[in-house]
């Protein structure tokens, strides 16, 4: 993959992201059942498609000998993350309002993008990996 197009996968990535932070976001204040499931509708959309794009950019960024590794770490930091997400969820259940936790979880996606943003090399300044075309 040259590197403009991994750009163009990153910078869609960090743009569902958003659209994932602002679906939580919108939960707590948009009026009844139908607009809440649109809300997180737009969220599970999103998500669904954050995951390919990073699974795809992960394999293909990583070098071919450690590739199962990478890819093995990645699984193991994924379910460390569910669980402890899950634990984090209901301690804050048990502590803080669901408007609340909405927040926090939109405001973390928001976060994650800026992240990526402060990571992500310019276009212009992407080195292309030998032998790509």
């Given at each position: 993959m040259r590197a403009r197009d991994k750009f163009i996968v990153v910078a869609l990535i960090a743009l569902f992201v958003v659209v994932s932070g602002a679906a939580v976001v919108a939960v707590p204040?948009?009026?009844g059942v139908w607009l809440v499931g649109c809300a997180l509708f737009f969220y599970g959309l999103a998500n669904g498609v954050?995951?390919?794009?990073?699974?795809s950019l992960l394999t293909q960024n990583a070098p071919t000998e450690l590739r199962g590794g990478i890819v093995s770490f990645d699984r193991l930091i994924q379910q460390v993350s569910k669980t402890t997400s899950?634990?984090?969820?209901g301690l804050l259940l048990v502590t803080a309002e669901l408007p609340t936790i909405f927040w926090m979880l939109g405001i973390l996606s928001f976060a994650s993008v800026a992240l990526m943003a402060l990571l992500l090399p310019s276009p212009r300044n992407a080195v292309a990996t030998p032998g790509a075309s």
């Amino acid at each position: 993959m040259r590197a403009r197009d991994k750009f163009i996968v990153v910078a869609l990535i960090a743009l569902f992201v958003v659209v994932s932070g602002a679906a939580v976001v919108a939960v707590p204040f948009v009026p009844g059942v139908w607009l809440v499931g649109c809300a997180l509708f737009f969220y599970g959309l999103a998500n669904g498609v954050i995951s390919p794009m990073q699974k795809s950019l992960l394999t293909q960024n990583a070098p071919t000998e450690l590739r199962g590794g990478i890819v093995s770490f990645d699984r193991l930091i994924q379910q460390v993350s569910k669980t402890t997400s899950t634990s984090i969820v209901g301690l804050l259940l048990v502590t803080a309002e669901l408007p609340t936790i909405f927040w926090m979880l939109g405001i973390l996606s928001f976060a994650s993008v800026a992240l990526m943003a402060l990571l992500l090399p310019s276009p212009r300044n992407a080195v292309a990996t030998p032998g790509a075309s």
